[in-house]
Structure formats: structure tokens, C-alpha cells
């Protein structure tokens, strides 16, 4: 009977709450974890940074494919228009780009032989316009994109012919990207601008219209231009 009472009070005392972490332990293992996280918050930050970027990057890269795509199925130009100051870009094909712009300026744009950047809105299109867009990209031709959250065009370098520079270290306003029934597009140095120096690099090639995007210094894009 004696060793049995002993074995129970030797379970109770294990099993007592008193037996568990103390306060000051528990303090201890709040303590590190919070400085854990403080320590991984700017992982955390960076990692949702390039994100963002990347996300953005992509959103221009596949909206680029998708107007180099239409323009050699359908045989006619189609656009990528970009807008510095409202951080949006947006899809037009050639009969959009030319109504909006004969509305605007009383003339039509001639995309192969343009040397200036020009202006689309298309929160200003009219019925008529919307009406001449009979493709498999009438739902996606004027409807603007916005860049991510925290996301800003940084600056736009844009060649629409081979021999002459329309845009050099563009700050503001708007350009395009212009792509062809042969597969060749405007040539083109986009670049997007995150929290702090983070930024990446979208690039057109002239000869075959690709698009690709890498993740970039700013801070080193500044001291290069």
C-alpha cells in the first residue's frame, strides 16, 4: 500500500500545474519569437516588394504577347499604350488608335513612320469608336490595367523605328508599343519602380516583338542614364 501511495503522489506531481512552464520561461519564449519576427519582417517586406513588381512586370509582358499574338493572326497593328501618370496600360488595335486620334487631332496615325509619342485615353472613347472593334479583342481593346499596389512607371525608352530615338528616359505622359503583322514591334526599355530601389527592367525586342522582364537596381538605372 505504501509503495502504491507513493507511485500516485510522484503522477500528481508530475501532473500538477505547478509542474509547467513558469511565467518568467514564458516571457523568455515570447520575447525571441517577437524579436524573430522583427528581424524577418524586412524579408517579409522585400518578398511582397518584388511581388508586386514581378506581378506588374508580368501583366505588361503578357498583354505585349497577346497584341503581338493578334496582330500576326489577324494581319493588322495592334498596341500597347502606357501611361506614366496614371500608372495604367491597356490594349488598342489600329482602328481604335486611328478614330480616337482623328477625333483628337483631325488626322490618322501612321504607326510604321510615327516619330512622336502620342496620347491615347480610352476612358474618352465614343459608341462609335467602340463599335468600329470587331475582333476576338473587342472585350479587352481600351480597358486600362493598373500597375500593382506601390508600383510606378520609373521611366520609359522607346524606339518606334529602327533609326530614330522618339523617347529617351521618359518621366511622364503617355507612349506605346507598337506591334506589327511580321512579328517586329517598337523597340522598348520599360522600367517599374517599387518600395526603395527595387525596380525591374521590361524589354521589346525589335526583330522578333518578344517580351521579357528582369528585377533591377533604380538606384543603378539612374546613374546609368
Known sequence: MDDNSSRRQKVGRRLSPAAGFTLIEMMIVLTIIAVLSTLAMPSFKGMAA???LKSSAKGI???????RNMAITEQSGYFVVLDMDQNQY????????????AAADNMLMQPETSTTAQQLNPMNQTVATQQLTVS?????VGVPNDLASQVTF?????????????????????N??????????????IV????GNRGVLVTVEYATGRT??????????????
Open 176 to 189: 506605346y508599343i507598337y506591334f506589327s503583322p511580321n512579328g517586329t514591334a517598337s523597340i522598348a526599355e
Open 90 to 101: 491597356w490594349l488598342a488595335d489600329i482602328e481604335t488608335f486611328n478614330t480616337v486620334f
Open 212 to 225: 521579357k522582364f528582369e528585377l533591377i537596381d533604380v538606384e543603378e538605372e539612374k546613374e546609368d542614364a
Open 192 to 195: 517599374l519602380q517599387g518600395r
Open 154 to 174: 520609373f521611366s520609359l525608352q522607346i524606339m518606334h523605328t529602327i533609326t530614330a530615338v522618339e523617347s529617351s528616359n521618359q518621366q511622364e505622359g503617355q
Open 61 to 67: 509582358r503578357d498583354l505585349c504577347h497577346f497584341a
Open 50 to 52: 518584388s511581388t508586386r
Open 136 to 140: 476576338r479583342t473587342g472585350n479587352l
